[in-house]
């Protein structure tokens, strides 16, 4: 999993963010990429919905 965090900020710094979704996806294809603003509270429900998935496949794994 790749987090861009303060997405907000990219234009300030010339960051194309669909640019760098579209690198990132090139180098590592499995990966999933959250973008997000944590400030204006963008994206933060996809924080939440891998870790409950990650720990609810880590849970299942242990038994």
Same mark, same amino acid.
């Given at each position: 999993m790749f987090l861009v965090n303060e997405i907000d900020l990219a &234009?300030?710094?010339g960051v194309?963010?669909?640019k760098l979704r579209t690198? +990132?996806?090139a180098k590592q294809r499995q990966?999933? +990429?959250l973008m997000t603003d944590l400030k204006d509270n963008q994206g933060v429900q996809n %924080? +939440?919905?891998? %870790?409950e998935? &990650?720990?609810a496949k880590l849970q299942k794994e242990a038994r």
């Open positions: &234009t300030y710094r194309d963010l669909a690198e +990132i996806a990966a999933l +990429i %924080i +939440i919905c891998w %870790i998935k &990650t720990l």
